[in-house]
């Protein structure tokens, strides 16, 4: 039995060999242009190569070993496991204690010059250990068996267009398309692996790396990133950490940050809420580009800010409201009938059919984005200002009409209070940009006509009097997180009545565990059957709105709360279920880590990045009566 990272600690956990282990037991390796998950157990039962988006070489998270994996383990019973990163690294060190000694494994991927490569390296720490090692490698998601050979100085796969090749001076023995070795470790020794993936119609790599070296280096390129953060506030280390994590789910060669670099894990256990978030979303737009900019990092703000232009430009109704890694459209939704699911959570998915879906959101996400960009020292882009004015005439004609809402909803289209929120952001800081770029006259008068009539749309339909509180759309009784955004966003200045009125509601309504919900399931139509996690990122919107509404010890209990929640190594996923006390949905996420980052900027300065987004104190902030 290994202990596996709980809330708050550690605690014990049983899982069945062969099974996925749950969500808190893995940790992130990647070099900015993919990912793996590696398990306290040794085992690496997640990486897609090339990219986040390519299909996986090792796929045990979503089915069992014999869709793919990598283990390295002692050969005998594990008493305890200890781990770690590296300090400002995403270098893992995991140490396996076992009753005749303790081994240590470093895994990693050195940020690629060429061949992509995944490294492990079996340290003795203390006594002499015996050491199984399996290697099964299941090209296509698991569906695909590839040709195994045993070659001087290691091994080759090769299957369609996906080819790996395993350097190691272990002798190698095959069993069934698995490649299997046993060895002992004695303390001061050490046994090396290098993987790496290149196309099978050419050779492999002539060079690989040399581990050591490879370790060393791999060490110093995340340490320099990790010196430029400029956030020196007291929860610096979660920070760094969410901080190096995001670096991991950027793909460098383009600056697009994928939500997740996993795809269906469950929002609830054995459910069917199961999506792939291998992919960048446009929502995320301005929550990044202030993350990054509010911790020093101008240059990856910037390239965020270049790959959201590339993406979104041409007809504003082409626009969707995610992407490739590069700015690919077509992300066709499939099912894999042959993977059985993250603890039998099926479907499993591959692309995401909400690429087609209105999300009138998406909209004042790229004018937010756009405007703080200008707002806090990115240099101004013609080209972003004509895209900008291209979308809002969009915004302009569209803004009544229901859509599909922040949740991307497969129940069909409503009129979402959050959405019409969120075109008013649109017009406002279209506003703000053009009094920026000092332009007048009748376009800047019209934007400012419709902005306040927009306003005056959404206090008279999105809010329900009889109970203080905005409510999820229009007309409606129902509550949703996102109201939770209003003042953060600046639609209302944080001590209105209304804004005030709804966060208690949510409190009241939507909170659980002392963690916040999106909605309630069974009363909203989105098309699923109900039941799902508490939402994190929903819940570190409380802890900032808490805090613009002058509440800041509650902001501050419940965002330690949330903080108890990150693994032994400083990962969240999307949600989280307080009765298992698990870990649920596509891990690392993204959007939690994010909002983590926003939230202790908030709360360790008065002038938080939630008041200069909301726009709190700017001129051209006007707060209509309801």
């Known amino acids: 039995m290994l202990r596996c990272p709980g809330q708050g600690g550690s605690r014990r956990a049983t899982y069945l060999p062969g099974m996925a282990l749950p969500l808190e037991a893995y940790a992130l390796v990647g070099d900015t242009?993919?990912?793996?998950?590696?398990?306290?157990?040794?085992?690496?039962?997640?990486?897609?190569?090339?990219?986040?988006?390519?299909?996986?070489?090792?796929?045990?998270?979503?089915g069992n070993e014999d869709h793919g994996r990598w283990r390295i383990a002692p050969g005998i019973p594990v008493q305890h496991v200890r781990r770690r990163y590296r300090p400002d690294t995403l270098v893992l060190e995991t140490e396996l204690h076992t009753a005749t000694g303790v081994i240590r494994l470093h895994d990693f991927m050195p940020v690629?010059?060429?061949?992509?490569?995944?490294i492990r390296i079996v340290e003795g720490v203390s006594g002499r250990v015996p050491v199984r090692f399996e290697l099964v490698p299941r090209f296509g998601y698991g569906d695909r068996t590839p040709l195994v050979r045993v070659l001087p100085g290691g091994a080759s796969a090769r299957a369609g267009p996906d080819a790996l090749f395993l350097h190691t001076d272990q002798p190698l023995r095959l069993e069934d398309a698995r490649l299997l070795t046993d060895f002992t470790v004695h303390e001061g020794e050490r046994v090396s692996f290098v993987l790496s993936w290149h196309p099978s119609h050419l050779s492999p790599p002539p060079v690989r790396s040399e581990p050591l070296a490879a370790l060393e280096n791999t060490c110093r390129w995340w340490t320099q990133w990790a010196r430029r953060c400029t956030y020196q506030g007291p929860w610096r280390s979660q920070v760094m950490r969410s901080l190096i994590t995001l670096k991991g789910l950027t793909y460098s060669p383009t600056g697009g940050l994928v939500a997740a670099p996993t795809t269906s894990l469950p929002e609830r256990l054995g459910g069917v809420r199961n999506w792939d978030y291998r992919y960048c979303w446009v929502r995320d737009a301005t929550l990044t580009l202030l993350a990054l900019l509010h911790a020093g990092?101008?240059?990856?703000?910037?390239?965020?800010?270049?790959?959201?232009?590339?993406?979104?430009?041409?007809?504003?109704?082409?626009?969707q409201i995610m992407y490739g890694v590069a700015g690919e459209r077509r992300l066709t939704e499939l099912e894999l009938p042959w993977l059985p699911g993250y603890e039998s959570s099926r479907p499993v998915r591959i692309g995401n059919a909400a690429v087609n879906q209105l999300q009138l959101d998406v909209f004042g996400e790229i004018a937010d984005c756009l405007y703080q960009a200008r707002m806090h020292g990115v240099p101004p882009d013609d080209?972003?200002?004509?895209?900008?004015?291209?979308?809002?005439?969009?915004v302009e004609e569209h803004w009544q009409e229901p859509d599909e809402g922040i949740w991307e909803v497969r129940g069909g289209r409503q009129q979402f209070t959050h959405s019409k929120v969120m075109a008013w952001v649109a017009m406002d800081r279209a506003v703000r940009s053009a009094t920026?770029?000092?332009?007048?006259?009748?376009?800047?008068?019209?934007?400012?006509?419709?902005?306040?009539?927009?306003?005056?749309?959404?206090?008279?339909?999105?809010?329900?009097?009889r109970r203080n509180t905005f409510t999820q759309t229009y007309g409606g009784t129902a509550l949703d997180a996102s109201l939770l955004l209003l003042p953060l966003v600046g639609f209302l200045p944080p001590e209105d009545p209304r804004v005030r009125g709804t966060v208690d509601a949510i409190q009241r309504e939507l909170c659980h565990g002392g963690f916040v919900r999106r909605y309630h399931t069974h009363q909203t139509r989105d098309g699923l059957p109900p039941g799902?996690?508490?939402?994190l990122p929903c819940s570190f919107w409380l802890a900032d709105a808490l805090a613009l509404i002058g509440r800041e010890d509650e902001a501050r209990e419940l965002f330690e709360h949330l903080l108890s929640l990150c693994n032994d190594v400083g990962l969240l996923s999307e949600e989280y279920d307080p009765e298992r006390r698990r870990l649920l949905g596509n891990f690392p996420q993204a959007f939690s880590h994010l909002a983590l980052v926003r939230s202790a900027q908030n709360l360790s300065r008065a002038q938080g990045p939630h008041r200069q987004r909301g726009c709190h104190g700017i001129p051209e902030i006007r707060s209509p009566g309801p």
């Open 532 to 535: 799902e996690g508490v939402f």
């Open 436 to 465: 920026l770029r000092k332009l007048d006259g009748a376009q800047l008068e019209h934007w400012r006509t419709l902005r306040d009539r927009m306003h005056a749309d959404i206090c008279a339909n999105g809010y329900d009097a």
């Open 383 to 394: 080209e972003a200002w004509d895209v900008g004015v291209h979308l809002l005439h969009f």
């Open 112 to 118: 690629r010059a060429e061949s992509p490569e995944l």
């Open 33 to 62: 242009q993919s990912a793996a998950l590696v398990g306290t157990d040794g085992s690496i039962d997640w990486l897609c190569w090339p990219r986040f988006d390519s299909d996986s070489c090792f796929a045990a998270l979503l």
């Open 297 to 319: 990092y101008t240059q990856e703000a910037r390239d965020w800010r270049d790959w959201l232009m590339r993406a979104v430009a041409g007809e504003p109704d082409e626009l």
